[in-house]
């Protein structure tokens, strides 16, 4: 793949969620926020970035990385950027002394001022300036430490006290974005412990090995991704309520145990509740709010299979018996998603918390973001990059139809009128014709009550059985089988169907937790529901 075929494919992953909000805006996130309110903002920052690389390509590096330091500490929102005289803000902090570039910072944050004053945040700033370092095809230096494979090489540079020479993190390209960087961890050469590290966990060290065989064929496009996830950071941490509700995830996991030994048909609707709201306006809650003419997501068709808002209702009630006003629903949808997959075999995970309510509940919204089961393999990856998230989450995802059953009208369409001609026998032809006559016993052409299992034989067991079904052509919905139209989407299906789940439900937390924090609401943006129906 050529270089700018990476860097365009790097853009389209890192472009879609990248702006810090005022917290007070119901928004969240999203792309283009400035465009009515500072149009030339991208414009201005790019300029000044670019003009700064061409003089002095080494503060690449440092910039790249105030934005990963800033992140880490309170979340992305530019306090690595406060001075203080007493020299204990974070910029004072050992590990963040070799940070350099502030003054870009400030000149970018200048020119801004003048075009559009009191309207961009420096935490934006941090950001769009980290992006366009990289894009500028530039990485720099770091202060050396010690590894044992590369010793003889360091020590002609670095004498034992020496705490001011510069070493190249990746010799030979190091102002250059490149993927030699794996190559150098595969043959034990990564300047810091950290990168060694990578090598001893099997995961990383497969990743690592594949950039350094394939030559970053997919590292631009990850890189990108997990910039837009890192840069969400903020609000949310596991144990958000350890202080406030220290009871809150015990009390989740008591009334879904009973909900679920009691019903276990509902796992399925209350985990894709959590999936329906992400979608739309973020992970805020807004799938929840009713509305008297009938024009809030919950009325939209896509969402009309959904059931169990009376056990939102029932958690919320215990909640606010311990801790009155402190819990929100938001995070009521994510930790029950976790807790009725734990109680139907499948994985459980720590669920990041601290998200606060929308206020706005939209129709129209839900038609348009929530993802159609009739989706081709094109469609679902689009849809999936637009919400920050990986082609690994659209897959391991699509595995939640493990649970649950579906209405007729879902997918009559692929066994009765697949091509729109109306011809008879006109079935979907990538589905098994044995499992097109099985459900043509259950469904016939105008039937919009009868639900039909996703997962036939264990569709109350979370389990890996999804991904054989797909490969057996028996997926019920186009979205599924289009999971075989991907290299990549069609090689995780076929290694979990053969490997009994021997990742899946390790993946299946990771991506839960990267879909979790699509769009949220944190700080003092939103509300805490008093009831999950209605806003206070």
Not at 68 to 90: I, M, P, Y
Not at 234 to 240: A, I, M, N, R, S
Request: some cysteine; proline content about 4%; overall charge positive.
């Amino acid at each position: 793949m050529s270089t700018s075929k990476l860097f365009s494919s790097f853009f389209l992953c890192f472009m879609f969620v990248l702006f810090v909000l005022d917290p007070g805006n119901a928004q969240g996130l999203k792309v283009g926020f400035y465009a009515k309110t500072c149009p030339e903002a991208e414009f201005i920052v790019k300029k000044v970035i670019t003009q700064t690389m061409s003089v002095a390509p080494s503060l690449a590096g440092p910039l790249l990385r105030m934005h990963f330091h800033d992140c880490f500490v309170r979340g992305c929102d530019g306090s690595v950027l406060l001075n203080s005289s007493t020299k204990q803000a974070e910029k004072d902090a050992i590990p963040n002394l070799s940070l350099r570039g502030f003054q870009i910072i400030d000149n970018v944050k200048s020119a801004l001022e003048k075009a559009c004053p009191g309207v961009v945040s420096c935490a934006d700033i941090v950001a769009l300036v980290a992006r366009d370092a990289v894009a500028a095809g530039i990485v720099g230096d770091a202060d050396p430490t010690l590894d044992p494979n590369y010793v003889l090489r360091l020590k002609s540079r670095c004498k034992p006290n020496d705490v001011n020479t510069l070493v190249e993190m990746d010799p030979g390209s190091f102002k250059t974005f490149d993927e030699d960087y794996y190559t150098l961890v595969a043959k034990r050469r990564g300047l810091f412990q950290s990168d060694s590290a990578l090598l001893n966990d099997p995961e990383t060290k497969a990743y690592v090995k594949l950039q350094a065989s394939t030559h970053g064929s997919t590292f631009f496009k990850d890189f990108g991704v997990s910039m837009v996830n890192m840069g969400r950071i903020g609000g949310l941490k596991v144990g958000f309520y350890a202080k406030t509700c220290p009871e809150a995830e015990i009390i989740v996991k008591k009334v879904i145990a009973q909900t679920i030994s009691e019903a276990p048909s509902l796992a399925g609707p209350l985990l894709r509740m959590h999936f329906h709201d992400c979608f739309v306006r973020g992970c805020e809650g807004s799938v929840l709010l009713n509305s008297s003419t009938k024009q809030a997501e919950k009325y939209a068709i896509p969402n009309l299979s959904l059931r169990g808002f009376q056990i939102i209702d029932k958690v919320k009630s215990a909640l606010e018996k311990a801790c009155p006003g402190v819990v929100s629903c938001a995070d009521i949808v994510a930790l029950v998603a976790r807790d009725v997959v734990a109680a139907s075999m499948g994985p459980s995970w720590e669920v990041e918390t601290g998200r606060r309510d929308g206020r706005i509940s939209n129709l129209t919204e839900a038609l348009l973001n929530l993802i159609p089961p009739f989706a081709n393999i094109t469609t679902l990856k689009n849809d999936f990059l637009q919400k920050g998230l990986s082609v690994k989450d659209l897959v391991v995802l699509s595995g939640g139809h493990t649970i649950g059953t579906s209405h007729c009208s879902s997918f009559t369409n692929r066994l009765y009128n697949f091509t729109g001609k109306g011809i008879v026998g006109d079935a979907d032809p990538t589905l098994d014709p044995n499992y097109v006559l099985r459900l043509k016993n259950r469904c016939k052409p105008n039937d919009v009550n009868t639900l039909v299992e996703m997962d036939p034989g264990s569709f109350k067991t979370f389990d890996d059985d999804y991904y054989t079904l797909v490969t057996k052509r028996r997926g019920l919905f186009q979205s599924d089988s289009a999971l075989l139209n991907d290299p990549e989407t069609k090689a995780y299906v076929k290694l979990q169907a053969s490997t009994q789940g021997s990742t899946f439900f390790k993946d299946f937390g990771v991506s839960m937790v990267n879909m979790g924090r699509i769009g949220v609401l944190t700080g003092n943006a939103g509300e805490i529901r008093k009831q999950c129906s209605r806003v206070n």
